[in-house]
C-alpha cells in the first residue's frame, strides 16, 4: 500500500515548513518576545491569520504558543486592524498607516501600558493577514525582532494566478499531475488542498485566481459549475483571493442558446449582463473575466467584423455595476498576417490605446512570441500609456523542460520588469508601466500562468515551487531582487545553513542562463519540438501556419542565421521606443544575448569575445550543458542538509536535466552545422548520438499537451 513518508509531507508543505529551528538561543530569544497572541477582531480572516501563527510559531519553536484574552501580558504578538484596535495604541502608528494601501501592513515594537509587543496591522483583516506571514517569514529566515518597523504595501493591485485547467482535470502546459479542482466532488467536498493552496499564496501575496483554462469552455458558466465555483470562493476568500473565470466569447451560442455572439447584438449584451447578475448573486466579490478572444483558433469579436475594444467593452459593462474587470489577452496572431509574427499583437492593439473602458486590463505577455527561455520586452509596455497593461508570465516551464529541469525563473522576471521602455525617457522601466507609476493607472496588474497540479508537492519538481513563490514575491514587489527571494525560499523550504543557503542559491540563480545557453543561446527562439514543446526540433517545417514552425524563427542557411527585425528586415525594432530601437537595430550594439531575435549574421559574423558566431553558439551550448553539470555538482554536496527523498528527488532531475542539455546541444548544433558547414570548435564535446536519430524521436504523450 501507498503511505506518505515524512518528506514527502515536506514536499507538500511548501515554503511553509515550520519545522522547528536548529538554533536554541535563537529560539529562546524568540520566545522570551513571543508569549502569546492577541488578537483583535473576529473576522474568518484574522481567525485563519491567528492559527496560521500558532502553527507556524509553535512548530517553529517548539512549543505551543496560545492565544491570550487580553494585553496584560508581557510580549504578547498583537494583531488587529485599525478598525478593531484600541485608540490608544492606534495613536502612536498615525504615519505608517498614512503610508499604506489597503493591502498593506505595519509589524512594529511597540510598548503599551509600560509593557513591550509586536504589533501586527493593517487597514483591513487582510492586510494584518500578510503581516502574519510577513513576521512568520522573519522567523523562518531567522531575522531578528527587536526594532521592528516594517511598513509595506503591495505595489500592484491584482495579483493573479492563471490556471490553464480544463474542465476533464488536464492541465494544458501543466507538468505537476491534473488540475487541483475536482469538479466531481464540489461543491460539497473541500478538499484540504484548497485551504492550503490559499494559505500559499496568500503568503506570498496572491490575490486572485482564474480556476480555468483560457482555452475556455462555456460550460464553466452554466449553474451546474458555478455552485462549485462559489464553493471555492467560499474557501479562498478569508485568505484575500478574489475568483476569477475565462469567459468563452462564443458561450451565448453554446449556453445560451442564442444564434450569435456579436457583441452589437442586444440580447448578447444582454446575456452576459444577466450572466454577470447570476454570478455576482452568488459571488458577491467575484473578480471577474480572462479573455482569449481571436487567437488561436478562439472565437472572439472579430468574428463578427467586431473588433476587440467592442468585445472588451461589452464584457466590461456588464461586470461593472458589479465592480468586476476584464483582463482581455494580446496574445493574438494570425495566420492571414504575412507579417512577422512577433510584430501582431503590437500592430493590433496599439490603435486601441484609450478607448477600453475603465475596468478592462490588457494583459500582454513579457515577450512578443511566447515565453520562451529568453526574449526581449514586449514592444506593447511602452506602447499603451492611456491603457492599464497587466503582466501575463508563465510560471509553468513550456518552453523550459516541463518539470523536469531546473530553471529559476524569478531571475527572468527581474530581467523583463527592470527592461527599460523608454517610454518617457530613460528609467521608464517595465515596471514602472505595470505597477501603474509612470501612468497613474487605477487598476494594475501581473499574472502568471501557475505550474500547479496535484502531484504531492505541487509543481512536479521540488524547486519549481520557488518559481510560485518568487512570482508572488515579485508580483507584490516587482523591484525586489530575484537572489534575495531566493534566499527566501531556500531557508524557509529547506535550511538556514547558510554552507547550504549560498551554494544553492548561487545554482538557482545561475540556472537561467544556464538553459538559455542549452536551448537557444544568442537569441534564438521558438526551435523547440512540435506541439508539446518538449525538447529540440529545430528541423520542424511541416506545420500548417508558417510561424508554428522553428524554421520560421532561426531562418538558419548557408550565409547565416537569425532573424532580421532590424529596419532592414521586419522592422519589429520600430515598435520600440527611438532609444531602444536604435539599440536593437544595430548590430554592434544590440545586446549579444538578443542577436539573433534582431539579426541575421554570418556564421563568420564576430562577437565581442572574438569568436566567429558559429563558434560561439556552439561554445554557448557547450557552456549550457557544463553549467547543468555544474549545477549537479553542487547539488550533490548537499546530502546532509536536506532529508532523504528530496534530496534524491533534485539528484535525478538534474541527471535528466544533464541528459537533456546534451541532447539540445548536440540536436541544434548538428542540424545547424548542415548549414555552416564548420566544424565543431575544440571544448565542444562530440555529438553523443546522429542528427537522424534526434529527428527521429517522438512524444506521443508528452504531459501538457492537449
Ligand atoms: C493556452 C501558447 C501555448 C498554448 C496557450 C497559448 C496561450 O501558444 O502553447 O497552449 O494556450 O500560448 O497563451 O493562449
Same mark, same amino acid.
Given at each position: 500500500m501507498l503511505s506518505l513518508t515524512a518528506s514527502a509531507q515536506e514536499d507538500y508543505k511548501l515554503w511553509l515548513q515550520?519545522?522547528?529551528?536548529?538554533d536554541s538561543e535563537l529560539i529562546a530569544t524568540y520566545k522570551s518576545k513571543i508569549n502569546g497572541i492577541v488578537t483583535f477582531g473576529n473576522s474568518e480572516t484574522i481567525q485563519v491569520a491567528s492559527k496560521e501563527l500558532q502553527l507556524g510559531l509553535s512548530g517553529m519553536l517548539g512549543t505551543t504558543i496560545g492565544v491570550h484574552q487580553n494585553i496584560a501580558t508581557e510580549n504578547t504578538l498583537i494583531i488587529g486592524s485599525k478598525s478593531s484596535l484600541k485608540e490608544d495604541i492606534l495613536k502612536n502608528l498615525k504615519s505608517e498607516l498614512e503610508q499604506i494601501n489597503d493591502e498593506g501592513y505595519i509589524i512594529k515594537n511597540i510598548s503599551f501600558n509600560n509593557k513591550n509587543h509586536i504589533l501586527i496591522t493593517g487597514k483591513t483583516d487582510v492586510g494584518v493577514l500578510y503581516g502574519v506571514f510577513n513576521f512568520l517569514r522573519l522567523i523562518q529566515t531567522n531575522k531578528?525582532?527587536?526594532?521592528l518597523r516594517i511598513v509595506d504595501s503591495p505595489k500592484i493591485n491584482l495579483r493573479i494566478l492563471n490556471h490553464w485547467d480544463n474542465l476533464n482535470r488536464t492541465?494544458? =502546459?501543466?507538468?505537476?499531475?491534473? %488540475?487541483?479542482?475536482?469538479w466531481q466532488k464540489l461543491p460539497d467536498f473541500i478538499d484540504q488542498r484548497y485551504i492550503d493552496y490559499a494559505r500559499a499564496n496568500a503568503s506570498i501575496g496572491i490575490n486572485g485566481t482564474v480556476l480555468n483554462n483560457v482555452n475556455a469552455n462555456a460550460l464553466i458558466l452554466t449553474p451546474h459549475y458555478l455552485e462549485k465555483v462559489e464553493a471555492l470562493a467560499n474557501v479562498f476568500r478569508p485568505y484575500g483571493i478574489k475568483v476569477y473565470l475565462t469567459a468563452r466569447f462564443s458561450a451565448p451560442i453554446e449556453i445560451g442558446g442564442l444564434k450569435t455572439a456579436d457583441p452589437y447584438d442586444a440580447q448578447v449584451i444582454n446575456w452576459w449582463k444577466e450572466k454577470a447578475k447570476e454570478i455576482y448573486k452568488r459571488i458577491p466579490d467575484f473578480g471577474g473575466f480572462l479573455v482569449k478572444a481571436n487567437s488561436e483558433g478562439q472565437p472572439g469579436p472579430q468574428n463578427y467584423g467586431r473588433n476587440h475594444v467592442d468585445g472588451a467593452n461589452m464584457l466590461a459593462d456588464a461586470l461593472a455595476p458589479f465592480s468586476g474587470i476584464v483582463m482581455w489577452r494580446a496574445f493574438v496572431y494570425s495566420?492571414?498576417?504575412?507579417?512577422?509574427r512577433a510584430k501582431q499583437a503590437y500592430n493590433e492593439f496599439v490603435p486601441y490605446d484609450g478607448k477600453f473602458r475603465d475596468n478592462v486590463i490588457v494583459q500582454v505577455k513579457n515577450g512578443a512570441i511566447d515565453f520562451q527561455p529568453r526574449e526581449p520586452f514586449h514592444p506593447m509596455f511602452g506602447a499603451m500609456p492611456k491603457t492599464p497593461l497587466m503582466m501575463e508570465f508563465q510560471i509553468t516551464q513550456e518552453y523550459l523542460g516541463f518539470s523536469t529541469h531546473l530553471v529559476y525563473l524569478p531571475k527572468l522576471y527581474q530581467e523583463v520588469l527592470e +527592461?527599460?521602455?523608454? =517610454?518617457?525617457?530613460?528609467? %521608464? +522601466?517595465v515596471a514602472k508601466i505595470i505597477d501603474g507609476s509612470l501612468d497613474h493607472h487605477k487598476i494594475t496588474g501581473i499574472a502568471g500562468v501557475a505550474n500547479i497540479g496535484n502531484d504531492i508537492n505541487w509543481t512536479?519538481?521540488?524547486?519549481?515551487q520557488a518559481n510560485w513563490y518568487g512570482f508572488g514575491r515579485l508580483a507584490w514587489n516587482p523591484y525586489l531582487d530575484s537572489g534575495e527571494i531566493a534566499e527566501e525560499w531556500l531557508r524557509s523550504t529547506f535550511s538556514n545553513d547558510e554552507n547550504f543557503v549560498y551554494p544553492v542559491k548561487e545554482m538557482m540563480l545561475q540556472s537561467r542562463e544556464a538553459v538559455v545557453n542549452y536551448m537557444t543561446p544568442l537569441g534564438l527562439h521558438h526551435i523547440m519540438d512540435t506541439g508539446h514543446h518538449y525538447g529540440p526540433g529545430p528541423w520542424v517545417s511541416n506545420l500548417s501556419r508558417p510561424e508554428w514552425n522553428p524554421v520560421y524563427y532561426h531562418k538558419a542557411d548557408k550565409n547565416g542565421i537569425g532573424f532580421d527585425r532590424s529596419k532592414t528586415g521586419s522592422n519589429a525594432t520600430g515598435q520600440y521606443a527611438p532609444e531602444v530601437a536604435k539599440m536593437f537595430d544595430n548590430v554592434a550594439t544590440c545586446p549579444e544575448k538578443d542577436l539573433l531575435w534582431f539579426h541575421h549574421l554570418s556564421w563568420d559574423y564576430k562577437l565581442k569575445n572574438g569568436q566567429t558566431l558559429w563558434n560561439g553558439m556552439a561554445l554557448k551550448y557547450q557552456e549550457g550543458v557544463d553549467e547543468v553539470g555544474k549545477m549537479a555538482s553542487t547539488w550533490d554536496k548537499m546530502e546532509k542538509h536536506v532529508d532523504k527523498q528530496r534530496f534524491n528527488e533534485v539528484k535525478m532531475l538534474l541527471n535528466i536535466q544533464y541528459k537533456e542539455a546534451q541532447w539540445w546541444r548536440d540536436a541544434c548544433l548538428l542540424y545547424f552545422q548542415q548549414f555552416s558547414g564548420k566544424e565543431l570548435p575544440k571544448g565542444v564535446e562530440k555529438p553523443t548520438q546522429t542528427l537522424d536519430y534526434f529527428q527521429s524521436l517522438k512524444f506521443p504523450f508528452a504531459p501538457g499537451n492537449n
Open positions: 515550520y519545522r522547528k529551528l536548529q531578528a525582532i527587536e526594532k492541465v494544458e =502546459r501543466g507538468y505537476a499531475g491534473f %488540475s487541483l479542482w475536482n495566420e492571414h498576417d504575412a507579417d512577422d +527592461s527599460d521602455t523608454y =517610454r518617457l525617457g530613460k528609467g %521608464s +522601466s512536479g519538481h521540488p524547486f519549481a
